[in-house]
């Protein structure tokens, strides 16, 4: 088997070591396989984690096509094995009622396909106690991480689950995945350089919580990865690879960390909040498409606040009650004043932070410029990759992007480079510049 592993297979391995501390990091997934083809080894991989089961492998229409049908009759070497072809496969409450009935006969499962196949499997197991294990259709970081995205009362959240036991990735199925899908892939996972600043940020101000483990992982690949985005649209292995490596220890990241902040800061809270408030004005873009196009614009604010010779000075925070509650509804405004409360600076809070960058800015700024990618070099990758990279390109109207720009800080208690830039009265003229850009980058092929 020609593999692709690479520090994923040592981590797998335990032999992995932190370049500081020396530990090394226990993986919660037993057995991670990167490969150009899995072809022939079905059952090899499944044998020693759900071997003498009785086994429900589940796909849906397209996927069984793509990989479902080889794994079910592979996987019938090991005993008795059900196909189960999930049609109608949304992240719902009621779906997964009727994945787990369809599935009641098994004593383990197997997933094969993309996103809500999986988090359904991965959520489906979870509630009946199951093992499961899964086969991916797409370079995307859910076969890897410990929680399912799923829709329970009206209410998207991401729920903690017991991580699959294998999580297996073909690469030339992986090749033939929809491009729009591999470029989202790609947006969701270069998040990082956002994420990783605003959460470092956050630490050096208020000493929150900080590990680094993952990102020192992301580092053997991520400036690959950029550097070949043009390959994943045509279905390059060497690029896939990478894009795999990088996704599953993105999906990992919130076992290493205990929290989901490695990977959702301020570009998450925005893509949340088009999500929450668009309405029937959405425009159908997913996760992925979104993250890149956030991740964009709070890779631009970062580079101007942070990139500045000078400190920005804050002032007490200033929750927007009255404006919030005409827009979103008194619910809303409540739940997002309790949100912001945790975060909010006072004038004592505000001058204390305005006197230590005043001492000394460079010093504070150092260590986050260091992990802080040049705003070209991101956009170039994009680029590369087919990604959507303005609001206009998602389809969304410019001023709504521009009030979720605004408005997103108030959603969640993480501190970011968005309550920088609203603290400091910034933020109003970023959105009004983002809001004024042109629907797609003239000039530009996408
Ligand atoms: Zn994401």
Redesign the pocket.
């Known amino acids: 088997m020609e593999t692709y592993g690479g520090v994923v297979d040592a981590l797998v391995a335990g032999t992995w070591r932190h370049p500081r501390s020396g530990a090394v990091t226990p993986v919660p997934v037993e057995s991670i396989v990167i490969a150009r083809s899995l072809d022939g080894a079905e059952a090899d991989l499944v044998a020693p984690l759900l071997g003498g089961r009785r086994l429900a492998v589940v796909t849906g229409e397209r996927t069984r096509e793509a990989l479902g049908r080889r794994v079910v009759k592979a996987l019938q070497a090991l005993g008795t094995v059900e196909e189960v072809v999930w049609r109608d496969p949304r992240p719902e409450a009621g779906a997964i009622d009727a994945l787990r009935h369809a599935t009641r006969h098994a004593e383990a499962l197997v997933s094969v396909g993309s996103g809500t196949i999986t988090d359904g499997c991965k959520y489906a197991a979870h509630l009946d106690g199951k093992d499961f294990c899964c086969f991916a259709t797409s370079p995307m970081n859910t076969y890897t991480a410990p929680a399912a995205s799923i829709t329970r009362d009206g209410f998207k959240g991401s729920i903690t689950c017991r991580s699959a036991r294998g999580a297996f990735f073909d690469l030339e199925v992986l090749s033939r995945c929809p491009a729009r899908l591999v470029s989202a892939a790609f947006a969701?996972v270069v998040?990082r350089t956002t994420a990783q600043v605003d959460w470092l940020m956050s630490h050096r101000l208020f000493d929150t919580p900080y590990v680094d483990t993952p990102y020192h992982l992301l580092a053997y690949d991520e400036a690959d990865l950029i550097e070949r985005a043009g390959g994943l649209p045509g279905g390059d292995i060497e690029a896939l690879a990478l894009l795999t490596r990088v996704a599953v220890i993105m999906g990992l990241a919130t076992s290493f960390t205990g929290t989901s902040h490695c990977?959702?800061m301020a570009e998450?809270m925005i893509s949340h909040g088009i999500d929450m408030f668009a309405g029937a004005a959405h425009p159908g873009s997913s996760?992925?498409e979104q993250?890149g196009v956030t991740t964009l614009s709070m890779s631009a604010l970062q580079n101007r606040i942070l990139g500045d010779e000078s400190p920005p000075v804050l002032r007490a925070t200033a929750f927007p009650r009255a404006e919030l509650e005409a827009r979103y509804g008194a619910e809303m405004a409540e739940t997002m004043a309790a949100q912001s409360a945790a975060k909010a600076l006072d004038a004592a809070a505000a001058d204390r932070i305005n006197e230590k960058w005043a001492k000394d800015w460079d010093g504070f700024v150092a260590p986050l410029r260091a992990v802080m990618l040049p705003f070209a070099r991101l956009l170039a990758g994009m680029t590369a990759a087919g990604a959507p990279r303005t609001a206009g390109e998602l389809g969304l109207d410019p001023a709504f992007y521009g009030r979720m720009l605004r408005d997103a800080r108030w959603t969640r208690d993480r501190y970011s480079i968005l309550d920088v830039a609203g603290d400091s009265g910034t933020l109003e003229a970023f959105a009004s510049e983002i809001e004024a850009q042109p629907p797609s980058r003239s000039g530009e092929q996408r």
């Open positions: 969701d998040c990977g959702s998450h996760h992925g993250v």
